[in-house]
């Protein structure tokens, strides 16, 4: 009976995901194709000089979401820095040079990292003019280049990928903001709160005072789930009543971390003119996506140590009015994702429990991964799938018709290398320097020992995978831990981007070869079992030791 609630909550998300998955990824694919703008859309190519009928080179679209996104990091500095001067201020002092510079490149970069309390940080005017902008404009930026990379593989001999600021424009008004305004009433509707009252003075019920915060939190939170931010108005995030208050809006925050990503499968087969190469994707992201939420809810429910014991549950960091099911399923859910959003502490699941949520970010945040940044990774993965499949049989690997050459697969190789060397440098480096090995087990780590490197583990995991979710034993709020990650969050997130869309440009350029009887077929589930397979062993091979140095350890203790 222990698994009823789980069986029960996961047949209801499939056939809410089933539902939506073809209407929303024909829209989605409707959006990136159409030849017409809005007229709303037409004065802002006006306004920002540019031309929608011209397309990019695979460089000048890197130039042009390097360009926002270094935008978008001044603008959110600033406001920061400004805060005191800001209306609704709320009275609070600018936060210091390392967290401003931090926060605004976790906003960017769409991992939503935060090193402070946001109810006693940031006023009303940072909050919704700089993150919650930041949440719809940065889960656009990765949707166009998903829709790049997509377009990549469906021309022949072309030059261009697309306009990243046709994307972008689309993205953010055709299809994220009117999500969000939805899925803001539904949440209004459970309780969510939407103000601008600051903090009020209220008298509990056994006649003492307590000081209330407010603010405009349904509203941000709608994009921080649907655009996989994850960062939250409170410091508690999705463990705060005021921002999900009952077992049903935890329910409907998983589906808005989850709609957009598995729609986007069926987006890559239509516009590509083959809607069971997004089936073949959607079983692969399905798969992994099952797998490690039930072995995430079996390491809870069989959670062993004095407080389970005495609890009858592994309940420690768990909201009751979730329970384990409803925070398991949260948590796989927000780290398979690039969300990072959080209804129970990761720091105090079980030790293999709490290696699930970092494996997941290890993997990639492929099941089904953040809006746009899903689907890219786990092409990729299917590219680096395909040449092995080539090698095995003796011919030349092809992916849809293109050829995968020596430009291809290099690409590919660095992908997948950049995340573990900034996951594994960093990590090095804040235990191998000794200023820095000093203050953070002196300052951050709370919990010595194999966990205190877990902690430190799973924040450069965090900041490399763009989630932002953290084993919260640990106080990131110091110089060199809100520098460094800030550094892992901007190659982590910019590096791929880069990688990916010369990935796409390599394609389109290159003609259709017709498939023969030698062509591997990428739709059958043979396919999907050997793109499954090698995303688990790539990540086996590369994080295996240091999971056994920390995690994997402690679980045996």
């Given at each position: 009976m222990a698994w009823l609630p789980a069986v029960l909550t996961l047949a209801t998300l499939a056939l809410i995901l089933g539902v939506a998955y073809r209407p929303l990824g024909d829209y989605m694919a409707w959006v990136y194709s159409s030849p017409k703008d809005a007229r709303a859309e037409r004065g802002l190519y006006r306004l920002i000089g540019v031309d929608p009928a011209s397309a990019q080179t695979w460089q000048a679209y890197a130039r042009s979401v390097l360009a926002f996104s270094a935008v978008g990091v001044l603008i959110v500095y600033t406001l920061q820095r400004t805060q005191q001067w800001l209306p609704w201020s709320l009275g609070l002092p600018a936060p210091s040079e390392h967290l401003s510079f931090n926060t605004a490149v976790s906003f960017v970069t769409n991992t939503n990292w935060q090193s402070y309390s946001p109810e006693l940080t940031l006023g009303y005017t940072v909050q919704f003019a700089g993150l919650a902008v930041q949440n719809f404009v940065s889960g656009a930026v990765g949707l166009a280049v998903a829709v790049a990379l997509v377009r990549g593989l469906a021309f022949r001999r072309s030059g261009t990928i697309g306009n990243f600021w046709v994307d972008l424009t689309?993205?953010?008004?055709?299809?994220?903001?009117?999500?969000?305004?939805?899925?803001?009433?539904?949440?209004?509707?459970g309780g969510v709160i939407q103000n601008v009252t600051g903090f009020s003075d209220v008298a509990t019920v056994v006649g003492g005072a307590q000081n209330i915060p407010g603010g405009p939190v349904a509203s941000q939170e709608?994009?921080?789930?649907?655009?996989?931010?994850?960062?939250?108005?409170?410091?508690?995030?999705?463990?705060?009543?005021?921002?999900?208050?009952?077992?049903?809006?935890?329910?409907?925050?998983?589906?808005?971390?989850l709609i957009i990503p598995f729609s986007l499968p069926r987006t890559f087969g239509t516009m590509l003119g083959d809607k069971r190469q997004g089936y073949a994707i959607l079983g692969a992201m399905g798969f992994?996506?099952?797998?490690?939420?039930?072995?995430?809810t079996a390491f809870e429910l069989a959670g062993r140590g004095t407080a389970p014991a005495l609890a009858g549950a592994a309940m420690e960091g768990k909201e009751m009015r979730f329970g384990i099911v409803g925070s398991t399923i949260f948590g796989s859910t927000s780290t398979l994702t690039s969300t990072g959003a959080?209804?129970?502490?990761?720091?105090?699941?079980t030790a293999l429990g709490g290696m699930m949520p970092m494996l997941n970010m290890m993997l990639g945040e492929l099941a089904p991964g953040g809006v746009?940044?899903?689907?890219?990774?786990i092409l990729v993965m299917a590219v680096i799938a395909v040449f092995i499949a080539g090698l095995l049989v003796g011919r030349t690997p092809e992916y849809l018709g293109k050829k995968i050459g020596p430009r291809e697969i290099k690409l590919a190789s660095i992908y997948i290398l950049v995340t573990p060397i900034l996951v594994l440098v960093g990590t090095a480096l804040s235990f191998a320097i000794p200023a820095v090995r000093d203050d953070v087990t002196t300052t951050s780590i709370w919990n010595p020992g194999i966990h205190g490197f877990s902690e430190v583990l799973y924040a450069f995991t965090s900041a490399a995978n763009n989630n932002g979710s953290a084993f919260a034993g640990i106080t990131a709020n110091t110089p060199w831990l809100n520098t460094a990650l800030a550094v892992a969050m901007l190659l982590g997130r910019f590096v791929p981007i880069v990688l990916v869309l010369a990935l796409a440009g390599s394609f389109a350029a290159q003609d259709r070869i017709p498939a023969t009887a030698g062509t591997l077929p990428t739709h059958r589930p043979l396919f999907v079992g050997l793109l499954v397979g090698v995303i688990l062993i790539v990540t086996a091979l590369t994080y295996f030791p240091v999971l056994a140095l920390g995690p994997l350890a402690e679980g045996l203790i």
């Amino acid at each position: 009976m222990a698994w009823l609630p789980a069986v029960l909550t996961l047949a209801t998300l499939a056939l809410i995901l089933g539902v939506a998955y073809r209407p929303l990824g024909d829209y989605m694919a409707w959006v990136y194709s159409s030849p017409k703008d809005a007229r709303a859309e037409r004065g802002l190519y006006r306004l920002i000089g540019v031309d929608p009928a011209s397309a990019q080179t695979w460089q000048a679209y890197a130039r042009s979401v390097l360009a926002f996104s270094a935008v978008g990091v001044l603008i959110v500095y600033t406001l920061q820095r400004t805060q005191q001067w800001l209306p609704w201020s709320l009275g609070l002092p600018a936060p210091s040079e390392h967290l401003s510079f931090n926060t605004a490149v976790s906003f960017v970069t769409n991992t939503n990292w935060q090193s402070y309390s946001p109810e006693l940080t940031l006023g009303y005017t940072v909050q919704f003019a700089g993150l919650a902008v930041q949440n719809f404009v940065s889960g656009a930026v990765g949707l166009a280049v998903a829709v790049a990379l997509v377009r990549g593989l469906a021309f022949r001999r072309s030059g261009t990928i697309g306009n990243f600021w046709v994307d972008l424009t689309r993205g953010t008004f055709r299809l994220l903001l009117p999500l969000a305004v939805i899925a803001a009433i539904v949440l209004l509707a459970g309780g969510v709160i939407q103000n601008v009252t600051g903090f009020s003075d209220v008298a509990t019920v056994v006649g003492g005072a307590q000081n209330i915060p407010g603010g405009p939190v349904a509203s941000q939170e709608a994009i921080k789930l649907l655009g996989t931010n994850g960062g939250g108005f409170f410091n508690a995030n999705s463990a705060h009543p005021f921002e999900n208050p009952t077992g049903w809006t935890n329910l409907f925050e998983v589906v808005l971390m989850l709609i957009i990503p598995f729609s986007l499968p069926r987006t890559f087969g239509t516009m590509l003119g083959d809607k069971r190469q997004g089936y073949a994707i959607l079983g692969a992201m399905g798969f992994l996506f099952l797998a490690s939420t039930l072995a995430l809810t079996a390491f809870e429910l069989a959670g062993r140590g004095t407080a389970p014991a005495l609890a009858g549950a592994a309940m420690e960091g768990k909201e009751m009015r979730f329970g384990i099911v409803g925070s398991t399923i949260f948590g796989s859910t927000s780290t398979l994702t690039s969300t990072g959003a959080v209804d129970s502490m990761h720091d105090s699941f079980t030790a293999l429990g709490g290696m699930m949520p970092m494996l997941n970010m290890m993997l990639g945040e492929l099941a089904p991964g953040g809006v746009g940044s899903g689907l890219y990774g786990i092409l990729v993965m299917a590219v680096i799938a395909v040449f092995i499949a080539g090698l095995l049989v003796g011919r030349t690997p092809e992916y849809l018709g293109k050829k995968i050459g020596p430009r291809e697969i290099k690409l590919a190789s660095i992908y997948i290398l950049v995340t573990p060397i900034l996951v594994l440098v960093g990590t090095a480096l804040s235990f191998a320097i000794p200023a820095v090995r000093d203050d953070v087990t002196t300052t951050s780590i709370w919990n010595p020992g194999i966990h205190g490197f877990s902690e430190v583990l799973y924040a450069f995991t965090s900041a490399a995978n763009n989630n932002g979710s953290a084993f919260a034993g640990i106080t990131a709020n110091t110089p060199w831990l809100n520098t460094a990650l800030a550094v892992a969050m901007l190659l982590g997130r910019f590096v791929p981007i880069v990688l990916v869309l010369a990935l796409a440009g390599s394609f389109a350029a290159q003609d259709r070869i017709p498939a023969t009887a030698g062509t591997l077929p990428t739709h059958r589930p043979l396919f999907v079992g050997l793109l499954v397979g090698v995303i688990l062993i790539v990540t086996a091979l590369t994080y295996f030791p240091v999971l056994a140095l920390g995690p994997l350890a402690e679980g045996l203790i």
